[in-house]
């Protein structure tokens, strides 16, 4: 099946930038999506970009994707300690008979250093 | 966008009960998926839900475990059958992407089951 896969942590500090990397191999996605998940809590979806795109920025984050790579990250500027959670990658892929689904990555935990 | 609620948020279950998940979302939709999100790991599709049809299950992921019901298309349920501590997940319901033309793919907040 299709994968995605991203490092599992990331540590940072207080008013630095965050990267945070995704490679994924279904060559048909057409979105590539970044979720936020804090501590019990449910899936926020953060941004999305289109596959035919390489760049969407919206305030403080920026996804960038190579899709000849099949790379995507998302960057935070200005990290702070509120955006210490588990950040999921996600493409959107064809999964036969019309029908559509997402697959997710194992999740990169970003914690966030005063 | 789509809103998308989710009961109970949390329950503790003893094993060999069954617990049924509510999923309402306040707009039509065509496919709604059920999630599984086992302690510290990834979400992993368990079924897709289409109004008038039987479920489609993933590999690893079965009608007998899993029954779903999709009666409209506004409403789905999943129940956990005859539960054990291996049950014990945060349960996802999520809405097809594309939906009205719009690319989000929106998520319950979940239902937090423990299984004792």
């Known amino acids: 099946g299709e994968d995605v896969e991203q490092s599992l942590f990331l540590s940072v500090r207080e008013g630095d930038s965050s990267v945070i990397n995704c490679t994924y191999t279904?060559?048909?996605?057409?979105?590539l999506y970044w979720y936020k998940q804090e501590p019990g809590a449910g899936l926020q979806l953060l941004t999305y970009i289109f596959s035919n795109m390489d760049m969407k920025q919206d305030q403080r984050l920026t996804v960038l994707l190579n899709k000849k790579d099949k790379h995507l990250s998302l960057r935070i500027a200005d990290t702070q300690t509120g955006d210490s959670a588990i950040y999921f990658c996600a493409e959107r892929g064809y999964s036969g008979a019309g029908s559509y689904q997402l697959t997710f990555g194992k999740g990169t935990k970003l914690s966030v250093i005063p | 966008s789509a809103v998308i609620s989710q009961k109970p948020s949390r329950d503790i279950c003893q094993r060999g009960t069954s617990l049924t998940i509510q999923c309402q979302v306040d707009s039509q939709v065509t496919m709604m998926f059920w999630y599984r999100q086992q302690p510290g790991q990834s979400l992993t599709l368990i079924a897709t839900?289409?109004?008038?049809?039987?479920?489609?299950?993933e590999s690893g992921f079965v009608i007998d475990k899993f029954p779903i019901s999709r009666p409209n298309l506004t409403f789905s349920t999943l129940t956990v059958s005859n539960m054990s501590p291996e049950d014990s997940s945060i349960y996802l319901c999520?809405?097809?992407?594309?939906?009205?033309?719009?690319?989000?793919?929106?998520f319950g907040q979940g239902t937090r089951l423990t299984v004792v």
């Open positions: 279904d060559s048909s996605s057409t979105y």
């Open positions: 999520s809405v097809d992407p594309l939906l009205g033309g719009a690319p989000e793919a929106f």
């Open positions: 839900a289409n109004q008038g049809s039987e479920a489609t299950y």
